[in-house]
């Protein structure tokens, strides 16, 4: 009998941010952790090629409760995003993202270990002066 592969499940969010971080620095300006009201997004980009400030929430497994940090991303952030450990990721519902206007990136543990499974919708909640002072931050700060 075939011995079945484990899923690994020791990944933290941390690692993901990590890794997602790394990959998405090369062209763009991120920032780990970023105060949002009472809360912290995990990652914000600012993309260098259109402008665009994005919001990624990271989990590793837990799909749902990142899709509802990410909804919230939307009043900043031009586009949302959730990450999930790769392992997990074909359990999302492309679904419930559609409906929400979310987008899906796939992270593994190994640098460059990154898929963009789903693009996401421009935000039509986005409160522009909100959406402006992130990005002067990140781009003053100069954080690569």
């Known amino acids: 009998m075939e011995k079945q592969k484990k899923i690994k499940r020791n990944i933290s969010e941390?690692?993901?941010?990590?890794?997602?971080?790394?990959?998405?620095?090369?062209?763009?300006?991120?920032?780990?952790q970023v105060r949002h009201y009472e809360k912290r997004i995990d990652l914000v980009m600012v993309c260098s090629d259109s402008g665009e400030l994005c919001a990624i929430e990271a989990k590793t497994e837990n799909w749902k409760r990142a899709i509802e940090q990410a909804v919230v991303n939307l009043a900043v952030a031009e586009r949302s995003y959730i990450a999930i450990y790769s392992n997990f990721a074909h359990r999302v519902s492309l679904e419930e993202l559609d409906k929400n206007g979310i987008g899906l990136i796939s992270v593994g543990t190994k640098w460059g270990d990154v898929k963009l499974i789903k693009e996401a919708d421009s935000s039509p909640f986005v409160n522009l002066l909100m959406n402006e002072r992130l990005k002067q931050k990140l781009l003053l700060e100069g954080t690569k």
């Open 14 to 32: 941390k690692r993901l941010v990590n890794v997602l971080r790394n990959y998405l620095r090369r062209n763009n300006y991120t920032k780990c």
